[in-house]
């Protein structure tokens, strides 16, 4: 069965940390990994997405990286700030799927002052 | 460009009571998705229409209907609510363009059926 497994659950860290968020996901065959990211009652937020073909993509402070080979992802955040408070899904759009995405259950990120 | 808009924001509904959440995209996506999320399972696919006129089933389908009759609108339907469909429920809609295809959530519907 294709899954994506996000760890930990839950991260609570002081502002300016540089953090990692982890995301493995268990077929390495797919077409992309992308992060979302959701606020609380809110929608979901695309933060990056990596193509099968790429190692990572920055967005600012973000940096996602791909291993495919291992089947795992990385949320890198540098200089954390209050305002990356939020839940952050990794998700994969394995092949064979069509468009479908398989989502983690997230990892709730608190940055505290 | 409003993007993604999804109706009502949310709503109490009695079991039994039958139900149609709406969809409505305005940036020409071929592509729409439901999902539910629920606490611990993350979000799981409803049903998906990769084109207007075309739907198929995705991880949890049963009870829930949708149509596709155009490319804006992708209505979701619950015939005869259950306890179990209380969740939140997300649209969602993409370009459908191979490796690079990013999905676009709307706001989400809040249901809680009683």
């Known amino acids: 069965k294709q899954e994506v497994t996000q760890i930990p659950a839950a991260l609570s860290v002081p502002e300016g940390e540089n953090l990692v968020l982890n995301c493995s996901f268990t077929d390495s065959a797919i077409y992309n990994l992308q992060w979302f990211r959701q606020d609380p009652g809110k929608g979901l937020t695309s933060l990056l997405l990596?193509?099968?073909?790429?190692r990572e993509q920055t967005s600012g402070r973000l940096n996602a990286s791909l291993d495919k080979s291992s089947g795992r992802s990385t949320l890198y955040i540098a200089a954390s700030q209050p305002g990356d408070s939020a839940t952050y899904l990794c998700?994969?759009?394995?092949?064979?799927?069509?468009?479908?995405?398989?989502f983690g259950t997230g990892t709730r990120l608190q940055v505290t002052l | 460009i409003a993007g993604i808009t999804q109706a009502p924001t949310s709503q109490i509904l009695a079991a039994g009571r039958r139900m149609t959440l709406r969809c409505t995209q305005d940036?020409?996506?071929?592509?729409m998705y439901w999902y539910r999320q629920d606490l611990g399972l993350g979000l799981r696919l409803i049903h998906y229409s990769n084109t207007a006129g075309t739907t198929g089933k995705g991880e949890v389908p049963d009870g829930y209907s949708v149509s596709r009759a155009n490319t804006d609108d992708f209505p979701l339907t619950l015939a005869s609510a259950v306890p179990s469909q209380t969740s939140v429920y997300f649209c969602?809609?993409?370009?459908?363009?191979?490796?690079?295809?990013?999905?676009?959530f709307g706001p989400g519907t809040r249901l809680t059926v009683l």
């Open positions: 990596i193509q099968s073909s790429q």
């Open positions: 940036m020409r996506h071929n592509a």
């Open positions: 969602a809609s993409s370009v459908l363009a191979s490796s690079t295809d990013t999905q676009y």
């Open positions: 998700a994969v759009r394995f092949a064979g799927t069509a468009s479908k995405l398989t």
